[in-house]
């Protein structure tokens, strides 16, 4: 079989609500991006995968969607997104759109039916059970399990109407459609088939592993210290997983090509990434997988872990191994759910901000795989300041929040630490564009706070300084296009359990390329077992001066070529 087209692509994320505000409310919005896509174009990359624009409440800033069929009035219009694409085609790219379909919103139609009466036609639609045996409904502890929701607080609501409990593996306000009910998978589908007539190029499947379930939906193991039980077990990669996305496959996908589908799986295992991935098997192109980004927690949420680099080693390695063969994995230090990546695993002080965003980047898209550009990383946006918990918006925070200082006795200052570290609104406050007011972002108040940085790191001062994160990501993102090996190669980790260098090589026929990044603010010398065979080799990449005997600055990355 031929390798497909995004094996060599570059996926750029749009944060739809933080990317641009054309008419002035606060909110990015689709004419915002038409405007901006200039940006994203120039950068090189060939797919843009936007963050949920359909009809929705918000309560999860959209991955609670209401109408999949309609545009939120918020982001824009039909009109608009048919804008959009077209501008995103004209300029030789691809639109993959968020698919949540995990769960819908509490005020989607289907829900609203499905809520109205125990006999509804669309009842089994989503996850309704009675109260736990000998409990009466809706007093405390009466929840049909033990389950905790990610966003805090139990993963049911008691709804009154009709004396029964629904699921919500997220909010309150986001339901769990049932999988097992063919109506409901069939009815997703037809919604799929509906965007590709429009003409989008695919899908990111938001949650995907979870969508089935054991239908027995038992008590889940309760950790020290906390309320409620853990269910993931018992709803991730559930049983029927793999059927459900081979019948989309079928019934969506097939004959489509080329498309891109990207399966979110917070739980996967190598093993089963590749099963999911593999080409044989007709479900996803490839998956999101989660390890390399839990790496600085434990089993304590409310403790921060610094990152031992040869754990993050450890897994990316193993990860790169594992789908050597057979599969494919996405590429991702960042996205709308993460801090950002250089005050996470870099050093955002003025000194080394710069230097170490160019290293992370450098050291992520030489592996193999696709490589994702979060709306801001191209620029080495930052973690925000935020003060007090008034200053973040979203409900997971506010639910940890809640849940961690009102029921689990912790201080709220401990909890505010984990968030300022931790929260997901780092990556959503505003993209910086310029330094004027607002950065540029909109000319209203935005719905989240504008980093202050914003006067140094902009994109139109990165644009005009070649030594710019910016300018260093086009030149992966072109060094990918041109050079088959950073597509191809095969991937040998080095010094696997060294604490500050990233070290590997990769290989394709007779290309070979030797990949250090310093991962400390000291100058490290990288001993390789193989230095002498790199003595003439070309550096094609650095962030440095060109260092000798491998003796690297703080926070350098390079790259060398030979030919074997
Ligand atoms: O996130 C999946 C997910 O597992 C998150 O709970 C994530 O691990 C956590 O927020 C990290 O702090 C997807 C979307 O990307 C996220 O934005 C949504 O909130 C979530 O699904 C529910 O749709």
């Not at 982001?75 to 501008?87: I, N, P, V, W």
Request: glycine letters at 8%; a negative charge.
């Amino acid at each position: 079989m031929d390798n497909p087209w995004w094996h060599r692509a570059v996926v750029y994320q749009i944060y739809p609500r933080s990317f641009a505000d054309a008419d002035g409310d606060g909110m990015g919005d689709l004419r915002g991006i038409i405007a901006r896509l200039d940006h994203i174009a120039a950068l090189g990359v060939d797919v843009i995968w936007l963050s949920p624009i359909c009809t929705s409440p918000q309560d999860d800033n959209g991955y609670d969607i209401s109408d999949y069929q309609d545009i939120d009035p918020l982001f824009g219009t039909l009109a608009d997104f048919d804008e959009l694409l077209a501008a995103v085609h004209d300029r030789g790219m691809r639109l993959v759109m968020d698919l949540v379909v995990n769960h819908s919103s509490d005020e989607h139609a289907w829900f609203q039916q499905s809520r109205a009466a125990l006999n509804s036609p669309k009842r089994d639609w989503y996850w309704w059970r009675p109260a736990r045996a000998g409990m009466e409904p809706g007093t405390p502890g009466a929840e049909p399990n033990n389950w905790g929701s990610v966003f805090g607080g139990s993963a049911w609501e008691y709804d009154p109407a009709t004396g029964e409990y629904y699921l919500h593996i997220f909010s309150r306000k986001q339901p769990d459609l049932n999988w097992e009910n063919s109506e409901v998978r069939e009815a997703v589908y037809a919604m799929m088939n509906w965007w590709l007539d429009r003409g989008v190029d695919g899908f990111r499947m938001d949650v995907i592993d979870h969508i089935s379930k054991d239908t027995s939906l038992p008590d889940g193991a309760v950790p020290q210290g906390s309320l409620y039980g853990v269910g993931a077990p018992h709803y991730m990669n559930g049983p029927r997983n793999h059927e459900f996305l081979h019948e989309m496959h079928e019934r969506v996908f097939a004959g489509r090509e080329p498309l891109l589908t990207v399966a979110e799986m917070p739980g996967v295992t190598i093993d089963e990434a590749i099963r999911y991935t593999d080409p044989a098997r007709r479900e996803v192109d490839m998956v999101f997988q989660f390890e390399h980004v839990f790496v600085d927690r434990g089993p304590d949420p409310w403790l921060l872990y610094p990152l031992r680099l040869p754990v993050l080693k450890g897994i990316l390695g193993r990860w790169q191994a594992g789908l050597a063969d057979v599969g494919w994995n996405s590429l991702y230090w960042n996205n709308h759910d993460q801090p950002r990546v250089v005050s996470r695993y870099g050093d955002d002080s003025p000194e080394f901000r710069v230097r170490s965003a160019k290293m992370l980047g450098a050291i992520l898209h030489l592996h193999r795989g696709t490589p994702y550009v979060y709306q801001g990383e191209e620029l080495g946006m930052t973690n925000a300041p935020f003060a007090s918990i008034a200053d973040f918006r979203d409900i997971e925070a506010l639910g940890h929040f809640a849940q961690a200082t009102e029921h689990e006795g912790h201080a709220p200052e401990d909890v505010l630490t984990v968030l300022r570290a931790r929260g997901r609104d780092n990556a959503r406050t505003p993209m910086q564009w310029d330094d004027s007011p607002q950065a540029g972002f909109t000319s209203g108040t935005p719905w989240l706070a504008v980093n202050p940085n914003y006067t140094d790191i902009n994109a139109a001062a990165a644009a005009a300084d070649p030594d710019s994160v910016y300018h260093f990501y086009r030149k992966l993102i072109a060094l990918r296009h041109e050079e088959p090996v950073v597509v191809y190669g095969d991937f040998t980790m080095l010094l696997p359990d060294h604490e500050q260098l990233y070290a590997f090589t990769r290989r394709h026929d007779d290309v070979e390329l030797l990949v250090i990044g310093n991962f400390s603010g000291e100058r490290v010398r990288a001993d390789l077992p193989s230095a002498e065979a790199w003595a003439g080799a070309e550096l094609v990449v650095s962030n440095a001066p060109a260092p000798t005997d491998f003796d690297l600055e703080p926070w350098q990355v390079v790259i060398y070529r030979r030919r074997a």
